[in-house]
C-alpha cells in the first residue's frame, strides 16, 4: 500500500485514508490462470504480473469503535463511494478499490492500471473491437467513450464497419456504406446524422488488450490483505460486498469465475449483495473487454441460476456456484428491482428458474432472492419528470430503506448467524411469474401494452465449449400484475402496497426519442391515479380514483402506516423507517392532489 493521504472525516470519528494498492501473481497459479490473457502479459523479474489499484477507505479512529466486518464497495464506471451515517453508527470499515481499466484517469476516479497482451514473440495482438449506442437526437457526431482504451490502427481497412439496426436487443442489421462515415480523435461521424432510435454498432481493429480480468483479481486480493495480512490499516474479521447495476454483475461473475478464494485457499469475501443485476454477469475477463459499455442486452450467459440446471440449448450443467472454480461460496442476497426482468435482456427470473424458463427451482441455503414490485432500476427523485412532454413520469418507487436494512441483515447473517427474512420473489407454480405474453395488462393512460416485447438472445460464455449456446433467444418471464398494472410476487414497499399510482420497470421511447417499439434503456414509469371518478372516466381510466380507494389523506396515511408495519414485520423495514416513510408518504399525496388533469 502506498499512502498518498491520510485526514478526519469531518463531524465523525472515522478516518479516511487514500492510496494506491500494488499487486503482483502468479500467472500460473490455478487461482489466476482462469484470467484471460494473463499468460501473455509481461512479467517482472520474479515471474510476476504487475498491476495497481486506486484506494479509499473510511475507517474508525479509534480501533475499539469498530465492528470488525468491511463493506467493499464495488466502484460503478470510477465512482467512488461516501461515508454514510449507517456505516458510522454501526462500525463498519468502508473501502473502495479500483478494478476497472477503462476508466478515464481523473481526480477521485476508481480505476486499475493494468498491463497489456502481446504475442509470446512479443508482437503485438490485434483484434476487431466494437461499441453500440442509440442516439436519442439526431446528431452527426459520437463519441465513442467505450472505446477510448482501444484507438484503432488502420480505420480505413477491411474491418472497419458501421451496422445500423431497428432492434438493440439482436445484432442483425444491415451495414452503412463505408464512405458515409469517419472516425477521427475517438468521435464517429455520419454523413445526414445517426438517426433517433436507431441502434448503431461500429467496429474496427484495434491492438494491445488489456488484461481486463486482474480486476477481479485486484478485488480478491485487497480483501485477503484487509483480512489477514497485520500491515494492513483496518483489522477485520468479515468482508462484504456491495456493487449495483454493473458491480452487481461482476460480483456474479467474480463468484463464477473461483476468485473467492484467495491465493491461500481461504475465503475472500464472506457476503455478497448483487443489486440489480438481474440473471447477467460482466462481460469482463475476455480479450477486448469494455465494461464500461451499458451492455444492453449483453450480459446474461448460461449459467444463469446458483444450483447446476441443465441446458437443453448447450447440452452443459453447471451453475454460478455449482463448477469446479467454486471452492468457498459465500452468504449471497440478490435484490432486483421490476427492471431487471422487463428490460435489457437482464432476464432476472432465470436466476429462479430453469433455463428454458419452465420450472421454478430451489435456491441453495446460503442464498436469498429478493424482489421489489413495481420498482425501476433507480428510483427517480420526487417530484418525478417526464423525459419530454406528454411522456411517462419517471419511478419514483423507492426501495433503498430496504435495501439498507438487507445490508444490515447480511452482517447479522454471517456474524452471528442469524437468518435473513426468506426469499421473495414470483413464481411459476402460483402465476405470478408468467411468459410476458400472458401479462394481463390494463390499459393504463400513456403506457402501451408490453406484451410483445422480446428479452434478445444469450451472451457467449468462454468458458464454455461453443459459448453455451451464443445468440439463442432467452426467454422472457416477468411478474403478473393486479388491475392497477403493479407488480405481484414481490416486496411490496409501501408507495405500491397503497399505491398512488402505477409504477413499472420499464418504458417505450418517447416518439420523439425514435423506435417507440423499443424500451428506454433501464428506465421505468409511473402513472398517478386520477383524483376523481369523474377525471378518470373522462381519461378512459380503468384504475380507481384516488377518492373511490381513499376516504381523505388521514385515511391513506393510516393504510400507509398500517403497510409500513407490515414491512417491518417481514424485517424489510427498521422500526426507524415509520416515520420517515409516513412523511414521504405525506408529501407524495399532497404533490398528487396538486396536479391538474391533463
Known amino acids: 500500500m502506498e499512502i498518498l493521504g491520510r485526514s478526519d472525516v469531518p463531524k465523525s470519528d472515522y478516518e479516511i485514508i487514500t492510496g494506491k494498492l500494488r499487486f503482483e501473481i502468479d500467472p500460473k497459479r490455478p487461482q489466476n490462470a482462469i484470467i484471460a490473457d494473463v499468460d501473455l502479459a509481461p512479467v517482472n523479474a520474479a515471474g510476476k504480473v504487475a498491476f495497481v489499484a486506486d484506494l479509499r477507505l473510511w475507517k474508525p479512529k479509534d480501533v475499539s469503535r469498530s465492528n470488525g466486518a468491511a463493506w467493499v464497495e464495488i466502484p460503478n464506471r470510477g465512482g467512488k463511494a461516501s461515508l454514510s451515517e449507517w456505516v458510522v453508527k454501526a462500525g463498519f470499515t468502508l473501502v473502495n478499490v479500483g478494478w476497472e481499466f477503462d476508466v478515464p484517469a481523473k ?91 436507431k441502434t448503431y454498432e461500429v467496429f474496427y481493429l484495434a491492438e494491445a488488450p488489456p488484461i481486463a480480468g486482474l480486476g477481479y483479481a485486484a478485488i480478491r486480493d485487497a480483501v485477503a490483505w484487509l483480512k489477514h495480512d497485520p500491515a494492513s490499516p483496518a483489522k477485520v474479521k468479515h468482508a462484504y460486498a456491495f456493487g449495483a447495476s454493473q458491480c452487481g454483475r461482476f460480483l456474479r461473475d467474480f463468484v463464477y469465475l473461483g476468485f473467492n478464494t484467495d491465493e491461500q485457499d481461504r475465503i475472500a469475501l464472506d457476503g455478497i449483495m448483487s443489486h440489480v443485476a438481474g440473471a447477467g454477469r460482466l462481460v469482463l475477463n475476455q480479450r477486448w473487454s469494455t465494461p464500461r459499455a451499458i451492455s444492453g442486452y449483453y450480459t446474461a450467459s448460461y449459467p444463469f441460476a446458483d444450483t447446476a440446471q441443465n441446458d437443453p440449448v448447450s447440452g452443459q450443467s453447471e451453475g454460478i456456484l455449482a463448477n469446479s472454480r467454486v471452492k468457498h461460496a459465500p452468504k449471497i442476497f440478490y435484490t432486483n428491482m421490476a427492471a431487471e426482468y422487463w428490460g435489457a435482456g437482464r432476464v432476472g427470473a432465470l436466476t429462479h428458474t430453469t433455463p428454458d424458463g419452465k420450472q421454478d427451482i430451489t435456491l441453495p441455503e446460503n442464498v436469498r432472492s429478493y424482489f421489489f414490485a413495481s420498482t425501476s432500476h433507480g428510483p427517480a427523485s420526487f417530484p418525478p419528470t417526464s423525459q419530454v412532454k406528454g411522456s411517462p413520469l419517471a419511478n419514483p418507487v423507492n426501495a433503498n430503506p430496504a ?138 381510466d380503468p384504475r380507481l380514483s384516488l377518492e373511490e380507494r381513499y376516504a381523505n389523506k388521514a385515511a391513506y396515511l393510516d393504510q400507509v402506516k398500517a403497510a409500513v408495519q407490515k414491512v417491518i414485520e417481514q424485517r424489510f423495514l427498521t422500526d426507524a423507517d415509520l416515520e420517515p416513510q409516513l412523511k414521504q408518504a405525506s408529501e407524495h399525496w399532497d404533490w398528487v392532489m396538486r396536479q391538474t388533469a391533463p
Open 403 to 540: 435495501i439498507l436494512a438487507l445490508r444490515l441483515a447480511m452482517h447479522r447473517w454471517v456474524s452471528e448467524g442469524i437468518a435473513p427474512p426468506p426469499s421473495v420473489h414470483p413464481k411459476l407454480s402460483d402465476a405470478t411469474l408468467v411468459p410476458i405474453n400472458d401479462v394481463r395488462w390494463p390499459k393504463v393512460p400513456g403506457l402501451a401494452a408490453p406484451n410483445a416485447v422480446k428479452a434478445g438472445g444469450r451472451v457467449r460464455n468462454p468458458q464454455l465449449p461453443g459459448g453455451a449456446g451464443e445468440g439463442s433467444e432467452l426467454p422472457l418471464l416477468v411478474p403478473q400484475c393486479d388491475a392497477d398494472g403493479n407488480d405481484l410476487g414481490g416486496i411490496r414497499v409501501p408507495d405500491i402496497a397503497v399505491p398512488l399510482g402505477t409504477g413499472t420497470g420499464w418504458v417505450f421511447r418517447p416518439a420523439e426519442f425514435g423506435s417507440p417499439h423499443e424500451f428506454y434503456l433501464l428506465r421505468g414509469a409511473w402513472v398517478p391515479f386520477a383524483k376523481t371518478k369523474a377525471e378518470r372516466e373522462a381519461a378512459n
Open 107 to 197: 481526480k477521485d476516479q476508481m480505476r486499475l492500471e493494468v498491463p497489456r497482451a502481446r504475442h509470446k514473440d512479443g508482437s503485438a495482438i490485434r483484434g476487431v473491437v466494437s461499441a453500440v449506442f442509440a442516439p436519442d437526437k439526431l446528431t452527426e457526431e459520437k463519441e465513442l467513450t467505450d472505446l477510448a482504451d482501444y484507438p484503432p490502427v488502420d480505420i480505413e481497412g477491411k474491418d472497419s464497419r458501421l451496422i445500423i439496426r431497428d432492434q438493440a436487443a439482436y445484432p442483425a442489421g444491415q451495414e452503412v456504406p463505408r464512405e458515409q462515415w469517419s472516425l477521427e480523435n475517438g468521435r464517429i461521424r455520419l454523413k445526414g446524422g445517426f438517426e433517433p432510435g
